[in-house]
């Protein structure tokens, strides 16, 4: 029984046949459903074939009955030769029509991914193209198309990447010349309390460099880690002894909470002290006199492989930055730095075949989680 203004809803019905076209729900729902512009042109479509094969049928038909009529000697031989010529013509007609049409259904979205890729030679990254024509060619589109926005993505972060640097390359180098050009001139005398803030501004550049250096291996996938077993107590006690005097300027109490028992992680010791390092030195950067900075080490949460901690009682993260402070050159107003110290910190962390997870309430701290999975541990 047919559903009220509707569609058929018998069980076998539901299955979508090869026929309806793409983008369409199937079944159709209400009685408006054979006026979406999908179904009008699968209806059109479906007339036209319908119409083409009545044709073909009826000119089958024709010589059919001419062939039997000549054969009874109604009719001449040579009648019977020119109505199936004529109906020969007329089906090569037919068929250089649909021959053309279907030429310039598949030539018309080619000619549109002609078009885009010459856009995209000429800088134009924003190139898209329709989605249409045969099932080919639509994936062939989609497939360009994303294309396009990968390239168009790319290009945007290239240049804020370059706009970035020069902006934390400026603050250095001026420094670097103001104070260069005062001694030259006369204006300071070159004792140390003048060099220091050269030799400051010396080390950020060098420090900025380094990190650019690392982050251009990691996107690269040519970050070589030289790998062995890593104690964990040792790297925790080599951290803190590192940042003990800095720790003590600040008023900030530095601990560590590793157990005895946990396993080496099988790490580049060098990337993985300077990663531990990034960390404590943010954590107290962003933690006033009196707060603690603690350093935890503990078996991950399966029992396997191992999980490192940096937690602080600081200021914490505003909730806007928090969903993209493990990106590059994402930072608060008035913090310090380049930007790109949490994003070095995932690279290098997931080069080894961990993950970053950082948890922060502002106002209250932020807790950062390095995991190492069982096969970077022995």
């Known amino acids: 029984m047919g559903h009220r203004g509707g569609w058929n809803r018998r069980p076998g019905s539901r299955r979508r046949p090869p026929w309806w076209p793409d983008g369409e729900a199937w079944p159709p729902r209400g009685p408006q459903a054979w006026r979406s512009p999908g179904a009008r042109r699968m209806m059109r479509r479906a007339g036209c074939a319908l119409g083409l094969l009545l044709l073909v049928l009826g000119i089958s038909?024709?010589?059919?009955?001419?062939?039997?009529?000549?054969?009874l000697g109604i009719v001449s031989t040579g009648t019977v030769a020119r109505v199936l010529s004529a109906g020969?013509?007329?089906?090569?007609?037919?068929a250089l029509v649909a021959a053309v049409a279907a030429t310039r259904r598949l030539a018309a979205p080619a000619e549109r991914l002609v078009e885009a890729s010459r856009q995209i030679e000429a800088g134009d990254l924003s190139a898209r193209v329709p989605v249409r024509g045969p099932a080919e060619l639509r994936s062939l589109a989609r497939a360009f198309n994303a294309m396009s926005s990968r390239l168009e993505?790319?290009?945007?972060r290239r240049r804020s990447v370059v706009a970035e640097v020069a902006h934390e390359l400026r603050s250095p180098l001026s420094i670097i010349r103001g104070q260069a050009?005062?001694?030259?001139?006369?204006?300071?005398p070159g004792d140390p309390v003048r060099m220091t803030p050269i030799l400051a501004a010396v080390h950020t550049l060098e420090v900025l460099v380094d990190d650019l250096a690392t982050l251009g291996l990691a996107e690269a996938g040519s970050l070589r880690l030289r790998r062995e077993p890593v104690e964990t107590s040792d790297l925790v006690?080599?951290?803190?002894?590192?940042?003990?005097?800095?720790?003590?300027?600040?008023?900030?109490?530095?601990?560590?909470?590793v157990p005895p028992d946990l396993p080496p992680i099988d790490a580049d010791p060098a990337r993985l002290h300077n990663v531990l390092a990034n960390l404590v030195s943010n954590a107290l950067r962003h933690t006033p006199p009196g707060g603690t900075v603690r350093v935890e080490a503990r078996p991950a949460s399966d029992s396997r492989g191992v999980e490192l901690r940096v937690v602080d009682d600081g200021e914490g993260i505003p909730p806007e930055l928090l969903a993209h402070v493990l990106e590059r050159f994402v930072k608060g107003e008035n913090s310090p730095g380049s930007g790109l110290g949490l994003a070095i910190v995932r690279d290098v962390v997931e080069a080894h075949g961990g993950s970053v997870e950082v948890a922060s309430v502002a106002g209250q701290g932020t807790r950062v989680t390095l995991r190492f999975p069982p096969d970077a541990t022995e």
């Open 237 to 257: 006690q080599d951290t803190l002894v590192a940042h003990r005097a800095a720790a003590e300027a600040s008023g900030v109490a530095l601990l560590a909470d």
């Open 88 to 94: 020969g013509l007329l089906l090569g007609v037919l």
């Open 153 to 156: 993505a790319t290009e945007a």
């Open 181 to 188: 050009e005062a001694i030259a001139d006369g204006v300071y």
């Open 61 to 71: 038909g024709t010589a059919a009955v001419w062939l039997v009529a000549s054969a």
